[in-house]
């Protein structure tokens, strides 16, 4: 990695890193709603048999507390400093800098995530496992799998913020399409339940048309083994193919943005 | 010629409520037909009232902003096709915008600013050890940006936007809501750049004191508009400002006294204060004239005032 990049990803990781109690309030947060999460599959398990469409005990364990742990490093929930800086006019700022806004932003979010997932990513897990007990992979290549498809998720995540972030260059204020945004990219991206549960129709139009799946549901299956090998590698493709759709989506709305740009204040 | 921008516009669809449902758009021209040139080295003194078009006019020379009209360039580029190659050779300060890491100590923004612009390490310490020696910045270059004072940030945001050793600096009300101490120290680090000769400054401001400690030339902008491009002396020979003599006296002043070259203008305190206004005489000869006509207590020549002249410019522009 060349050493913009580095230096990008270094600032991200740092400032988050200032921010101690944040962190920790948040780490608890989670695990809080980890627990709840946990019991309510689990007994919705138990009242039909012990599995929950094709999740085991231990798979349905695994699935709600890297789920909660994900959601941090992820970060779906929160939006980038974009939409503020256009609404504020500050954004002058990045577009006077050599380098394309769009790729400063996307290591500096790395960088957060890498912060997250050192903190806010470990405290549910480590829970979990203590108080549950969490499944363990067969396959060691499980555990390479599921790190690429974290890295291609936080992408895939940031790709979708960032063009929420550009909508502000046309509406200003985005708090509506970011309310749309946190309902729908819980509801479809497997935060709330397992999109197995859904009917096949509907879950297999989400896998396919929309990048929700990749957010978390991707990485998740791929942790807790669902379908072999194989079929793990087809749903980073599937995350590779988004990612890369996505990019190219914000490279093209950014282009037209700043064209009828109008900077905010005197 | 570094600077050089023709018959420059930039027009604003403003859309205002007419009746209930009706809308009516308007086109509102925020600048309107600048022409403007710059030669390398110079120090320029951009002003104009409040929503006059000066800082749309720096964000269409630093290609944030699409000219509606007119042709632009700057080092040889033109700036919105080539914002990012332009990027590396001019630095642009925003008073009221930062482009410092909120978060993040000031040190640290300038390390990052190293790596974005890829500044050789020996090049970047040798520019932060000059803008620390003149600016001060040690006491708080460890300090996270959300803690700095204006002042501070100020000085932060100066040398943030030199690190790279920028062609072109573009400074957009730098001094704006500081203090006297900080103003200077502005003022005292600008006149440095200058003198050394590096950077080609494009200054706007409301300050009429940054214009006079620091501008050789003098572009007013006003409605959009050029009004004045040229020397503070040429503003005041057009405007006719003129010196004034104020003199206190022992006695009244004779009613009907004139002198050759200077108008009486005021004559206050029970006819024992006296203001003059030259016309067209050298100050020492009306006041040789003046001490053999009256018996003089005390006497002050005072230079015209630039707030008077931009004030009375702004208003017969408007």
């Keep these: 990695m060349a050493r913009v990049q580095t230096a990008l990803v270094a600032a991200g990781f740092r400032r988050y890193a200032t921010y101690r109690q944040a962190t920790f309030a948040g780490a608890f947060t989670n695990t809080v709603f980890g627990y709840l999460r946990c019991y309510i599959l689990l007994s919705v398990a138990a009242t039909a048999g012990g599995t929950m469409v094709g999740y085991d005990r231990s798979q349905l364990v695994s699935y709600v507390w890297l789920g909660q742990g994900l959601l941090a490093v992820v970060n779906s929930w929160t939006m980038l400093d974009l939409a503020e800086r256009v609404r504020t006019g500050d954004v002058v700022a990045d577009l006077l800098r050599p380098v394309d806004p769009l790729w400063t932003y996307l290591w500096t979010d790395i960088g957060r995530a890498a912060f997250a997932a050192l903190t806010r990513f470990v405290v549910p897990l480590v829970v979990g496992a203590i108080a549950f007990g969490l499944y363990v992979p067969r396959s060691l290549l499980t555990y390479p799998l599921f790190v690429l498809s974290t890295l291609l998720a936080i992408v895939v995540c940031f790709a979708c913020r960032y063009l929420i972030g550009l909508t502000a260059f046309w509406l200003l204020d985005i708090r509506g399409v970011m309310m749309f945004w946190v309902f729908v990219s819980g509801a479809a991206s497997g935060l709330y339940f397992p999109l197995a549960v859904l009917p096949e129709w509907l879950s297999t139009v989400l896998w396919v048309a929309t990048p929700f799946p990749s957010l978390l549901q991707a990485p998740l299956d791929i942790a807790v083994e669902r379908g072999g090998t194989g079929h793990a590698l087809l749903v980073c493709l599937g995350q590779v193919m988004w990612m890369v759709l996505l990019l190219l989506l914000c490279r093209w709305v950014q282009t037209r943005a700043v064209r009828k740009l109008v900077v905010q204040g005197g | ?318």
Excluded at chain 2, 9 to 19: A, I, L, N, W
Excluded at chain 2, 58 to 77: D, R
Aim: glycine fraction near 8%.
């Design chain 2, 1 to 318: 010629m570094i600077i050089s921008a023709r018959g420059l516009r930039k027009e604003f669809t403003v859309s205002r409520k007419v009746g209930r449902f009706r809308r009516e758009r308007h086109v509102v021209s925020a600048v309107d037909g600048v022409d403007l040139t710059v030669e390398r080295g110079e120090l320029l003194g951009y002003i104009g009232p409040n929503g006059a078009g000066k800082s749309t006019t720096l964000k269409m020379l630093t290609g944030v902003l699409t000219p509606s009209a007119g042709e632009v360039s700057v080092c040889g580029l033109e700036p919105v096709a080539k914002r990012t190659t332009l990027a590396r050779r001019i630095g642009v300060v925003f008073g009221q915008r930062s482009q410092l890491w909120w978060d993040l100590p000031l040190e640290e923004s300038f390390s990052l600013l190293r790596h974005i612009y890829r500044v050789p390490e020996g090049d970047h310490a040798a520019r932060l050890k000059q803008c620390t020696d003149l600016l001060g910045l040690d006491e708080f270059q460890r300090t996270p940006v959300r803690q700095l004072s204006l002042g501070q940030r100020m000085r932060g945001e100066l040398t943030a936007a030199l690190l790279h050793g920028p062609e072109v600096l573009f400074l957009d009300e730098p001094t704006i809501g500081l203090d006297v101490l900080s103003k200077q120290a502005v003022r005292t680090f600008l006149a440095d750049v200058d003198k050394r000769g590096d950077n080609t400054v494009v200054l706007t401001t409301h300050d009429l004191a940054d214009i006079e400690k620091l501008c050789r030339r003098l572009v007013v902008i006003d409605h959009g508009r050029v009004v004045h491009d040229g020397t503070l002396d040429e503003l005041h020979a057009r405007y006719r400002s003129r010196r004034t003599i104020v003199a206190d006296l022992d006695n009244p002043w004779p009613e009907g006294l004139t002198l050759p070259g200077a108008v009486v203008t005021a004559v206050e305190a029970d006819a024992r204060r006296v203001t003059l206004t030259l016309d067209g005489m050298a100050a020492g000869e009306v006041v040789a004239a003046l001490a053999q006509a009256v018996s003089l207590r005390d006497l002050s020549v005072q230079e015209p005032d630039i707030e008077d002249v931009v004030a009375r410019l702004y208003r017969d522009e408007s």
